[in-house]
């Protein structure tokens, strides 16, 4: 992997309370769905797997959240941190969206990530299931980007 002099604090070695914000810190530009700006807490080459397609490198991963965002619509993610040990973290999601049709759909997700020494994410390996909903079973409602604060988790919501 490449070295660079790009920062994304909290840096491993990943104790509970600076996994727990990482894991925010990444729903959080997730859920601004700004590909350029979510690029930006990867490595220049990292390497991912997200279902059965595969990225390298930060223009193939905005390349890849702009066609994911121009067909999920009004996209809401919930990230949980499931397990870390040094700079590897787990986390479970799930998330909800709909076509251009109306069809929503909530999808269920773990992750698997590697950070480099400045924070960085040099390997994502996804593994994601979409379930059809009706838009009345949807249990995610808050205005489109950051959740807040007061929203309930996924454990909270039985998800």
């Known amino acids: 992997m490449t070295t660079t002099t790009e920062s994304r604090p909290p ?9 727990l914000l990482k894991v925010r810190l990444a729903e959080d530009g997730w859920n601004s769905r700004n590909p350029e700006k979510v690029s930006l807490a990867y490595t220049p080459d ?8 595969f990225a390298t490198g ?6 890849f959240l702009s066609r994911k965002w121009a067909k999920e619509l009004d996209y809401r993610l919930i990230k949980e941190l499931w397990a870390f040990d040094g700079n590897r973290i787990a986390v479970r999601y799930a998330y909800e969206w ?8 909530r999808s269920y997700g773990n992750e698997n990530w590697e950070f480099d020494e400045q924070g960085l994410m040099q390997r ?6 979409d ?9 995610f409602h ?4 950051r959740r807040p604060d007061d929203h309930p988790g996924l454990t909270e919501l039985g998800c």
């Open 11 to 19: 840096l491993p070695p990943f104790d509970r309370a600076s996994a």
């Open 46 to 53: 990292s390497s991912w797997r997200n279902r059965a397609e």
């Open 58 to 63: 930060r223009a193939e991963i905005v390349q």
């Open 98 to 105: 709909h076509d251009d049709s109306g069809n929503w759909f």
């Open 124 to 129: 994502r390996f996804a593994c994601i299931n």
């Open 131 to 139: 379930m059809p909903i009706q838009e009345t079973d949807r249990k």
């Open 142 to 145: 808050w205005p489109l980007g």
